[in-house]
């Protein structure tokens, strides 16, 4: 198995990282060697067996849907690299 | 003054509620050797000015029934803590100021504890020797040239170097037991819903968990103890009665079985691990327990399975490091250039390589043939693992394939350096609690750690056969202060 540059500009533009044509090969390299790693699972047949999703074996809880958190908007905006006091402010969007 | 600093977390709470310390005594001390050790760069963020002022006002008033009375203790940077910086190791969050605290800490300090400050972790505990942070690698107390572990190697360093009576660190796929390994520590790695992950910055949900690092097995209880909790705010933290662990602690594992399992012995071990190991044995056994041969079968598949799940889930975890909401933003020509732009500057290389890995093993027509074949080869890693404590109490390994290596061996190699991880991981895919105590030295010195592995919950009999263990190995750790001027 082979994962090309194309295969890494695919996978970087889903993971919204940019990466330049150095790094990408770079990348491509480290891939490569880590899937040529993982590939081992292969040998195991695994067709019957059930995946595990959760490790804890518990049911998840029920909570009644109560608001705790009042008025904390100041908090929640304080560590964005850019608001406007009531909103986080991004790139314009719309034309 | 300085030796306060020498004395255990046990010792420090007796000599605090007999009043022969006080709460600033002590916390000056460990400040005055903090800041006389900052070559070890087990800081990221000190917060010596307000831990004198909380000793100061714990001292006034002093409450002797708490756990933690007074104690000034660090904690690695991946935990939230209400308006002191939390980074994560990371570039993306060098400028986060939580809003609110992690519930595990908030234990800590509810027990009367004081914080030091955070202490240096691999980027987002991404890493086995601490040199994926973005402040810099921390140096092993042991050796200058050496790495401490990772992803908790700032923690083990303020432990094994005495800038912190104990710690907490987390343990994703080995990084409180590795690095309590490579520095002579004790490191728990509890069960999976043990304890709560409100306010850890995510790495893998599925396999965190945090845990106490520690001198010595008696301090490592107590502080579990305290840290324990079922928590509401995390949907996996798990509702049962939990232990007294320090006051139920005993030397009486007479008649334990603990299993030894042969998928350990890997090729290329070197002999001194091999040696260890069967020291380890012979200590199990002189404390009257006994030892079965067993097998864990799918022990090799461990690794690739972790290399699916891991990433996988970090790749998810991590889109929320996206320039608007929180952390590092980099100018964009629009909106998606500005994610991407702000991703790439601000995750280092390790961080980016494992969420490419984990975007890719779960795009379009690629996640039945990874994610769902590691869920299911997880499956069979757990039932390995069922199949053996149905003859024996727990089980006894090496911590780590090797002593503590030097800063650069493996930063060329992923590979390499994810083989580190080889014993510890398959108990976080299995969610099982293990703890790494210091067992004896290599040839030159350096520490090298045993583990051992209980069932689920069974915090309380893996910590019993550590203290046994400890009494029987009798460790001393070779530290010359040598990064003191």
């Known amino acids: 198995m082979s994962i090309d540059l194309k295969t890494i500009k695919h996978i970087s533009k889903l993971a919204r990282i940019s990466v330049d044509e150095q790094r990408a090969k770079k990348l491509a390299g480290d891939l490569n060697s880590i899937f040529d790693f993982i590939e081992k699972l292969n040998e195991l047949k695994t067709d019957n067996v059930e995946p595990l999703t959760s490790i804890a074996e518990t049911t998840l809880k029920l909570r009644s849907d109560e608001v705790k958190s009042k008025n904390i908007r100041e908090q929640i905006i304080k560590n964005s690299p850019q608001d406007n006091e009531d909103y986080f402010v991004v790139p314009k969007v719309i034309e | ?485």
């Not at chain 2, 140096?139 to 700032?154: F, R, T, Y």
């Not at chain 2, 305290?226 to 995390?234: A, G, L």
């Open chain 2, 1 to 485: 003054m300085s030796d306060i600093t020498k004395q255990s977390l046990t010792e420090l709470v007796e000599n605090i509620k007999n009043k022969k310390l006080s709460s600033t005594d002590v916390t000056k001390a460990f400040i005055d050797r903090s800041e006389k050790s900052e070559e070890l760069n087990a800081y990221i963020t000190n917060d010596f000015t307000s831990a004198i002022d909380k000793a100061k006002k714990f001292d006034q008033k002093p409450n002797l029934d708490l756990k933690l009375p007074g104690i000034p203790l660090a904690v690695k940077d991946l935990f939230c803590t209400k308006n002191i910086k939390t980074t994560a190791g990371s570039k993306i969050l060098n400028n986060f100021v939580p809003t609110y605290e992690s519930t595990v800490t908030e234990n800590i300090w509810n027990e009367g504890a004081i914080l030091l400050g955070k202490l240096n972790c691999d980027e987002f505990a991404m890493g086995s020797s601490n040199e994926t942070s973005f402040f810099g690698n921390v140096q092993n107390p042991i050796d200058k040239n050496l790495v401490p572990g990772g992803s908790s190697g700032g923690s083990a360093s303020a432990v094994a170097g005495q800038l912190s009576p104990i710690t907490i660190g987390t343990d994703t796929g080995g990084s409180i037991r590795q690095p309590a390994s490579f520095t002579g520590i004790v490191g728990l790695k509890p069960t999976y819903g043990s304890c709560s992950r409100y306010g850890i910055v995510a790495f893998a949900s599925s396999l965190d968990q945090a845990g106490p690092m520690a001198q010595n097995v008696k301090d490592c209880a107590l502080l579990h103890e305290v840290i324990s909790s079922y928590d509401p705010k995390d949907s996996t933290s798990i509702d049962f009665k939990r232990n007294h662990f320090s006051k139920e602690l005993t030397n009486n594992i007479k008649g334990k079985k603990i299993g030894i399992p042969k998928e350990y012995r890997v090729d290329g071990m070197p002999k001194e691990i091999e040696d260890l190991w069967q020291k380890g044995i012979q200590y199990i056994k002189d404390c009257g327990a006994e030892t079965i041969d067993i097998s864990l079968p799918n022990t090799s598949y461990a690794l690739p399975t972790y290399y699916i799940v891991a990433p996988a889930e970090a790749s998810s975890n991590l889109a929320r490091y996206d320039g608007v909401k929180y952390g590092f933003r980099a100018k964009g020509e629009n909106l998606i250039d500005m994610y991407e732009k702000t991703r790439s500057e601000g995750f280092g290389a390790e961080v980016q390589r494992r969420i490419m890995i984990g975007t890719y093993v779960l795009s379009s027509g690629y996640y039945d043939a990874y994610y769902l074949k590691a869920q299911k080869v997880r499956k069979l890693i757990k039932n390995d693992f069922d199949e053996a404590y149905k003859k024996v109490d727990a089980i006894l390994t090496p911590s780590t394939p090797s002593s503590a290596f030097k800063i650069g061996e493996k930063t060329n190699d992923p590979v390499s350096m994810y083989l580190n991880d080889i014993f510890t991981v398959p108990v976080n895919l299995a969610g099982l609690p293990g703890i790494s105590i210091p067992a004896g030295h290599d040839l030159n010195g350096y520490p090298l750690g045993l583990q051992i592995i209980g069932k689920a919950f069974d915090e309380q009999n893996i910590l019993n056969i550590a203290y046994a263990m400890e009494e029987k190995i009798n460790f001393k750790n070779k530290i010359t202060d040598w990064w003191i001027k």
